[in-house]
């Protein structure tokens, strides 16, 4: 399975402010996923992420709040945006390598606005 | 719209007891079901996946089994040990490989 490197590992960030989060692939793959765990909740569908397109988003999530980049077929960013207390939470991006496969996670990043 | 429900929603057992966690899913159109275990503040560590041609897949004291026309999963952990205390979220697959996930089943193992 594929390997991902998620960074970072956790923050404590001031609301109104933003944050970046990382994922390296050690493999090409055609989409990445970016998911939500808000605290005491399962995982959450944000955005689907492919190389060479606009991310497409989930009903509730808005490219405004939670812009994507994908320049290559590695790698992936997700921004969190004016970020408010109800933002905290856990995010994860998730790869696969094809539909025999099944899905690989990164550490996830542990968010926290104060 | 697919939901996926586990039971129960936390488990405690003594060490060394085997045990069942059950997943269940109301739209039986789905390509692979996958279990992922998950310790406290982390991310996903999957441990196994059942092609939906598949009945079931073993690793190790881990068993899941799938039943798709009655849209039913079970994880079955055997000689339990302590380090096994995590939540444990089943997942579907469907079309547009969309990961819909239950609720978990947050289990402790005590000594």
């Known amino acids: 399975s594929a390997v991902i490197s998620q960074k970072p590992s956790r923050d404590i960030c001031q609301r109104g402010t933003s944050l970046t989060i990382q994922c390296q692939v050690d493999?090409?793959?055609?989409?990445m996923f970016w998911y939500r765990q808000q605290p005491g909740q399962s995982l959450t569908l944000i955005a689907t992420a492919n190389q060479g397109s606009e991310a497409t988003y989930e009903s509730g999530f808005v490219i405004d709040k939670f812009p994507i980049s994908r320049p290559n077929l590695t790698f992936s960013t997700l921004t969190v945006s004016n970020m408010s207390p109800e933002d905290s939470s856990i995010y994860l991006c998730?790869?696969?390598?094809?539909?025999?496969?099944?899905?690989?996670f990164g550490s996830g990043t542990r968010l926290t606005v104060v | 719209k697919q939901e996926v429900t586990q039971i129960p929603a936390a488990l405690s057992v003594p060490e060394g007891e085997n045990l069942v966690l059950n997943c269940s899913f109301t739209d039986s159109a789905i390509y692979n079901l996958q279990w992922f275990r998950q310790d406290p503040g982390k991310g996903l560590t999957s441990l196994l996946l059942?092609?939906?041609?598949?009945r079931e897949q073993t690793s190790g004291r881990l068993n899941a089994s799938l039943d798709k026309s009655s849209g039913r999963s079970t994880l079955y952990i055997a000689a339990s040990q302590p380090g096994d205390s995590a939540t444990y979220l089943c997942?579907?697959?469907?079309?547009?490989?969309?990961?819909?996930f239950g609720q978990g089943t947050r289990l402790t193992i005590n000594p």
């Open positions: 493999s090409q793959v055609t989409m």
């Open positions: 059942i092609q939906s041609s598949q």
């Open positions: 997942a579907v697959i469907q079309g547009a490989q969309k990961l819909v």
């Open positions: 998730s790869v696969r390598r094809g539909t025999n496969y099944g899905y690989t």
